[in-house]
């Protein structure tokens, strides 16, 4: 395949792998914030390529594992209402709700359908006026303009039985939190590539400057991590913080502005609660105001309690880095990608569920 | 069009079967009418059957027929048998037209006489609409074990061989393209076929030196791959290379986040061979029907036990895990 190839030719890579190991000449901690970024790392096998001395730590990059509880409930709820289609994207139907994952709730007969966009929600509603079709919209800027535009195309196309249910997070308060909190002891960032493809790379330089740490935009191919990661070992390696970026095939400097102007018709900044950290101001959007029809959290009234996360879960300290999942007293016992007690576990981006797969590999 | 009364048992239900089944399917056992065939098979047998419920029934490259028939056809030959008998039972939903019903029953009987199997009993039920999926067939099968046969998962040794026999994930993607309404640039088919002639043409060369035989159905060549692993607590080695994929199923897989691994086939099969015989059972086997394009892709090995480890293309090394449940697209 042309354009990802090129990119994950042995070769190179074991040219960057070479290269980082002549660089690096102390122990770094790099987190890669993007849980496609994860995953790359791990389908490839590039963690066990990397020198003693580099450590990746798996962000928070990962829009199953951040979607709160109770909002998971809210979209069980609504599922499993007469004549609600609740439809979403493929691996957020398997996260465990507090009594059970949407998946289960299509086996006991809610409308649940999985999507690739949701425009294709909005032709469903547009075939079924009968029913109330939400989306779950959840994800990162990089999911947000297809749905911002599903509601600006709903609204244009007078389709009154759509709506969003929205959980919308933004990377750069994450890798703010991150930084923020004392225990995290994280050296560089990979910036997620496809989030400053929509966003462009301004945000990036106050965190790099206040945090005093180099972020480096970075893909998702073979070569594109292990030359991100190289960027980040020499800025390190010279005591440099600067923001770079290594995806520059993808990531304009300025992003992409059509797109930033379709959620900036849709969306309004919102603090955002973040499964296992808790709530970050300005972390998110919300559908503004002249689009509340459209709000599936306006539009029904979900009699739900907030249930409580599991006591034992850490995930919070794992999405920060300052935990590795082994770290966990229910790590590949009661907690599996079969039964898990926490998001991270649920996703193949979920960084408990990257190390279950790849830590029992005998080296 | 099928209605509830085709399943009645009644004047419905025999001039469907008079009016065509048993003339299309003929053969002295079928010819009987009776509840059941009565025959005699001397020697070691094996028996298996298997329900299949794929949608859309009708997709490039075949249809739920000829899938049913070539799935235990292929089962069977996985035993090390060459299938003799079939029973056939349908389960039709109403509303179903003739027309795809004579449709599938045509290309279950050229899969019979490709597979040299004979349909020798059946069995058809209409259920109401919106209770089934157009169709589901049941198939099951009964054949003789080739005399040199040894296939057993407790036969397999550390050194063993592991042969891929074609190009894996082709069946899933077009499945799943059908559904989605993707579409590429050239045609891309099913690859359901019978396996049944080539599994006993490598028999007759190599018989007990075949320690497996196991076709990569639901859950693609990962999940036999980790069954291997799993009962004989042996490790798995394969190697990302060696694997084959078409570049349009490998850009659908990419598109939408699958991995080619967990994808189902439906005429690929996995070899467990010794060592010694492991070079020459893939010349043989890359001379027979479907096997051109057959590669060793892995071996048998002691370290890290009920373990699949896949060597990555860029020389990385990963755990191939079982599926926790369906393989659901990633958000991004």
């Known amino acids: ?363 | 069009m099928i209605t509830l009364g085709h399943g009645s048992g009644g004047l419905l239900t025999n001039k469907l079967l008079e009016s065509g089944v048993f003339d299309l399917l003929k053969n002295p056992l079928l010819d009987t009418h009776h509840d059941g065939a009565v025959f005699e098979m001397p020697g070691r047998l094996a028996f298996s059957t298997d329900s299949y419920v794929v949608s859309p029934i009708f997709f490039p490259g075949g249809n739920i027929g000829e899938l049913a028939v070539n799935g235990t056809v292929n089962d069977l030959a996985m035993c090390g048998a060459a299938a003799r008998y079939l029973s056939l039972a349908f389960i039709l939903e109403e509303g179903l037209t003739m027309r795809e019903f004579w449709d599938v029953l045509v290309s279950i009987k050229f899969a019979a006489e490709h597979a040299g199997v004979q349909i020798v009993t059946g069995d058809t039920k209409v259920v109401e609409r919106g209770k089934g999926d157009k169709i589901f067939i049941n198939t099951t099968g009964i054949g003789q074990v080739h005399p040199r046969a040894n296939i057993a998962m407790g036969n397999i040794q550390p050194g063993d061989k592991i042969i891929c026999s074609g190009y894996i994930a082709t069946h899933g993607i077009v499945i799943l393209s059908v559904r989605e309404g993707l579409e590429f640039g050239t045609t891309l088919l099913s690859d359901t076929t019978n396996l049944n002639h080539t599994v006993l043409h490598l028999l007759d060369d190599f018989g007990p030196d075949i320690t497996l035989l196991r076709d990569a159905t639901r859950g693609g060549v990962a999940t036999v791959l980790n069954e291997i692993a799993r009962d004989t607590r042996l490790g798995v080695e394969i190697h990302q290379k060696a694997l084959k994929v078409y570049e349009e199923v490998d850009g659908a897989c990419e598109m939408l986040g699958l991995d080619p691994l967990y994808v189902a086939n439906e005429g690929v099969f996995l070899a467990v061979v010794r060592p010694d015989a492991a070079e020459a059972f893939l010349q043989k086997l890359r001379t027979l029907e479907h096997g051109a394009d057959a590669e060793i892709i892995g071996e048998v090995v002691d370290a890290h036990p009920k373990q699949v480890v896949l060597h990555s293309r860029v020389g990385g090394r990963r755990v191939v895990n079982m599926l926790a449940g369906e393989q659901l697209p990633r958000i991004c």
Not at chain 1, 278 to 306: C, H, M, Q, Y
Request: glycine share 8%; charged share 20%; hydrophobic share 40%.
């Open chain 1, 1 to 363: 395949m042309k354009f990802l190839n090129e990119y994950r030719d042995p070769h190179l890579v074991e040219q960057y792998t070479q290269e980082i190991r002549r660089v690096v000449t102390r122990p770094w901690k790099i987190m890669e914030v993007c849980g496609g970024q994860t995953h790359g790392l791990v389908k490839n096998g590039l963690l066990q390529l990397l020198p003693p001395e580099v450590t990746m730590v798996h962000g928070p990059g990962c829009p199953v594992c951040v979607t709160p509880l109770h909002l998971i409930d809210k979209a069980v709820w609504l599922a499993s209402r007469p004549g609600v289609a609740l439809c979403s994207f493929g691996d957020m139907i398997r996260v465990p709700g507090s009594r059970r994952s949407l998946l289960e709730a299509k086996a006991l007969g809610a409308d649940v359908r999985i999507l690739y966009s949701p425009l294709e929600a909005v032709k469903i509603a547009q075939e079924n006026p009968d029913k109330e079709v939400v989306f779950f919209a959840v994800g990162f800027e990089t999911t947000a303009p297809a749905n911002a535009m599903s509601v600006l195309h709903a609204k244009k196309l007078g389709v009154k039985n759509y709506s969003i249910l929205t959980s919308h997070v933004l990377v750069p308060p994450a890798i703010e939190a991150v930084m923020s909190d004392p225990e995290t002891a994280i050296d560089g960032f990979l910036a997620a590539g496809h989030v400053c493809a929509i966003m462009g790379i301004s945000e990036y330089y106050p965190i790099a400057e206040k945090y005093q740490v180099p972020i480096v935009i970075t893909g998702f191919e073979p070569v594109d991590l292990l030359q991100g990661i190289l960027m980040t070992i020499r800025q390190l390696e010279n005591g440099e913080h600067r923001v770079e970026n290594q995806y520059s095939r993808v990531v304009l400097p300025d992003g992409n502005p059509a797109a930033r102007n379709i959620i900036g018709q849709a969306f309004d900044t919102t603090d955002r609660e973040w499964r296992g950290i808790g709530s970050i101001p300005g972390s998110g959007w919300e559908l503004r105001t002249e689009f509340s029809d459209f709000d599936a959290n306006k539009k029904f009234n979900v009699p739900l309690e907030k249930a409580p996360e599991s006591s034992v879960c850490i995930a919070g300290q794992v999405l920060k880095g300052i935990k590795k999942p082994f770290e966990c007293p229910e790590f590949g016992k009661k907690c599996t990608p079969s039964n898990p007690l926490g998001a991270p576990m649920v996703s193949s981006e979920g960084a408990c569920a990257a190390y279950y797969h790849f830590s029992s590999l005998i080296a």
